[in-house]
């Protein structure tokens, strides 16, 4: 197995070009999730999805939307990029029911100029 | 709504010696806890987690950590590091009260620095 991967590892945008971060998982998970990590602030919650065709907001989704058309994709898109969207962005996964363990994937560091 | 803080930003200590990262939580609800593991230009590992049963928890590579109730702390604690435990540690909480979103609140992470 995989796991968790995300396309791309690195991207550099400049303000106001847009973007398509990509999770896939092969662990027929049904919850997934996008954080973004920045410097002294942890990992915080962008959007999440709680099974294939359902999304929801997190704690700083302004500025992001999302998709899960599959099961085993999520998508993370930037419309018009902003320098404050310089970060790192994760992707997770659970299964649910009574395991709330998360798997991570690698990670996408994005610049925006 | 839940949260976390971790009192160390950042915890040097040399190698062999014993360390304790630490780890405060406020919520409403019960609650799951766990840490992750982050080394350098790589995603988050998990190294241990607290669902119920015994307060003391061990996990991957030596570490362990209690669970205490009443102080509503969960800190990480290892006897004797090692230079390869040089990495940035995160505590997290998920809410039982919250099983829609099953999400994860982080801490703000601890950076532990092992010295030869």
């Known amino acids: 197995n995989a796991g968790v991967t995300q396309t791309p590892k690195f991207r550099v945008l400049k303000t106001g070009q847009s973007m398509t971060l990509l999770c896939a998982q092969d662990m027929n998970h049904e919850y997934m999730y996008w954080y973004r990590q920045d410097p002294g602030m942890g990992l915080r919650l962008i959007h999440y999805s709680v099974g294939e065709g359902t999304t929801a907001k997190g704690e700083v989704p302004d500025g992001y939307n999302v998709s899960r058309l599959k099961k085993q994709n999520f998508l993370l898109g930037l419309e018009s990029a902003a320098p404050s969207q310089t970060s790192v962005y994760f992707c997770?996964?659970?299964?649910?029911?009574?395991?709330?363990?998360?798997?991570f994937g690698p990670g996408t560091r994005l610049t925006v100029t | 709504a839940q949260s976390v803080t971790q009192l160390d930003s950042q915890v040097p200590v040399f190698e062999e010696a014993p360390v304790e990262l630490r780890c405060n939580y406020s919520?409403?609800?019960?609650?799951?806890l766990f840490w992750y593991v982050q080394y350098p230009n790589q995603g988050l590992q998990l190294l241990l987690k607290?669902?119920?049963?015994?307060?003391l928890v061990k996990g991957i590579n030596g570490f362990e950590a209690e669970f205490n109730k009443s102080q509503t702390s969960f800190h990480l604690r290892k006897p004797s590091v090692h230079i390869s435990d040089t990495a940035e540690y995160f505590c997290?909480?998920?809410?039982?009260?919250?099983?829609?979103?099953?999400?994860?609140?982080f801490g703000s992470g601890t950076r532990l620095q092992v010295q030869p």
């Open positions: 997770a996964s659970t299964p649910g029911r009574d395991n709330y363990e998360q798997y």
């Open positions: 607290y669902l119920s049963g015994s307060t």
């Open positions: 919520s409403s609800v019960s609650v799951y």
């Open positions: 997290a909480v998920s809410d039982l009260g919250d099983t829609g979103r099953r999400a994860l609140t």
